[in-house]
């Protein structure tokens, strides 16, 4: 399950799960749409169920974006116990895995 979130919520689910995977998007943006169903499939593999997923809407986040290094969307940040581990500009789904598996190794 995806969790959406804000500037305000983003530090107690850090500190209170030791991996998370964000995506940060934007309404306007049209790769982050079409994103979603792939990032929907990740979510489901049961082999992630240690893994926190987060939505971040970037442009309504400033503090958010500025954790991670977001430069451009659809952004994706993994976080272990709290701290930034990778962040990525990417719209493929091969490259949210690997982080998503570099993650949890």
Known sequence: MVTKTNDQELDS???????????FYADWCGSCRLFAPKFTKLINKTEYDSVKFLEINAEENPE????????????FATFKNGKL?????????ESVEKMIL???N
């Open 85 to 93: 581990f990778h962040g990525d500009t990417t719209a493929k789904e």
């Open 13 to 23: 689910l850090l500190l209170g799960n030791e991996n998370i995977i964000i995506k």
């Open 102 to 104: 570099d993650l949890k």
């Open 64 to 75: 958010a974006r500025k954790l991670a290094g977001v430069n451009n969307l659809p952004y």
